[in-house]
T-cell receptor, first 110, second 113 residues
Framework: NAGVTQTPKFQVLKTGQSMTLQCAQD?????MSWYRQDPGMGLRLIHY???????DQGEVPNGYNVSRSTTEDFPLRLLSAAPSQTSVYFC?????????FGPGTRLTVL | GNSVTQMEGPVTLSEEAFLTINCTYT??????LFWYVQYPGEGLQLLLK?????DKGSNKGFEATYRKETTSFHLEKGSVQVSDSAVYFC????????????FGQGTELSVKP
């Protein structure tokens, strides 16, 4: 039982490049989410999903896309990376009122 | 709207000191409340939670009581250790909000031997 896994752990991109942050969970949770962590700002919700095929925007969705084709996976796509997207990204997975988080992806956009 | 406010850090304590990290919230209805901990270089771990008024969450010697009358969920520990050095996040979620958490800004705790 791996819980919530995220890949990669570290990534450096150039402005304008695209990439996908992967997130997978093996706990059969309905709810999955993506947050970004920036100094002094806590974690802010980017996108979330309440089940396969259902996604919605969070507080800071601009510049990010998501899809949820299976219960297990919830990838986050950056279509054209910008320096403002330099951050640590956490994927969450959970039930009605409790979220568990992966180890994070540290992304730097130059 | 819903929000969470934590005391600013960093908080520096000596080993075996008493810890309080204040957390207050603004929310309609009856949110669930959480404390998460982030050890250096790691992800977030759920430390404890409370889902209704007057509930006390506890784990690893940490406690927090859901106080609806003061809209607070202060984190306490009677005797901290160096290994408790971390960033602590208070968070809330509304029932059936699909795991949408609203976080405070985090409080860094440093415990010196």
């Amino acid at each position: 039982n791996a819980g919530v896994t995220q890949t990669p752990k570290f990534q450096v991109l150039k402005t304008g490049q695209s990439m996908t942050l992967q997130c997978a969970q093996d706990m059969n949770h309905e709810y999955m989410s993506w947050y970004r962590q920036d100094p002094g700002m806590g974690l802010r919700l980017i996108h979330y999903s309440v089940g396969a095929g259902i996604t919605d925007q969070g507080e800071v969705p601009n510049g990010y896309n998501v899809s949820r084709s299976t219960t297990e996976d919830f990838p986050l796509r950056l279509l054209s990376a910008a320096p403002s997207q330099t951050s640590v990204y956490f994927c969450g997975s959970g039930s009605t009122d409790t979220q568990y988080f992966g180890p994070g992806t540290r992304l730097t956009v130059l | 709207g819903n929000s969470v406010t934590q005391m600013e850090g960093p908080v520096t304590l000596s080993e075996e000191a008493f810890l309080t990290i204040n957390c207050t919230y603004t929310a309609t209805g009856y949110p669930s409340l959480f404390w998460y901990v982030q050890y250096p270089g790691e992800g977030l771990q759920l430390l404890l939670k409370a889902t209704k008024a007057d509930d006390k969450g506890s784990n690893k010697g940490f406690e927090a009581t859901y106080r609806k009358e003061t809209t607070s969920f202060h984190l306490e520990k009677g005797s901290v250790q160096v290994s408790d050095s971390a960033v602590y996040f208070c968070a809330l979620s509304r029932y059936n909000q699909g795991g949408k958490l609203i976080f405070g800004q985090g409080t860094e705790l440093s415990v010196k031997p």
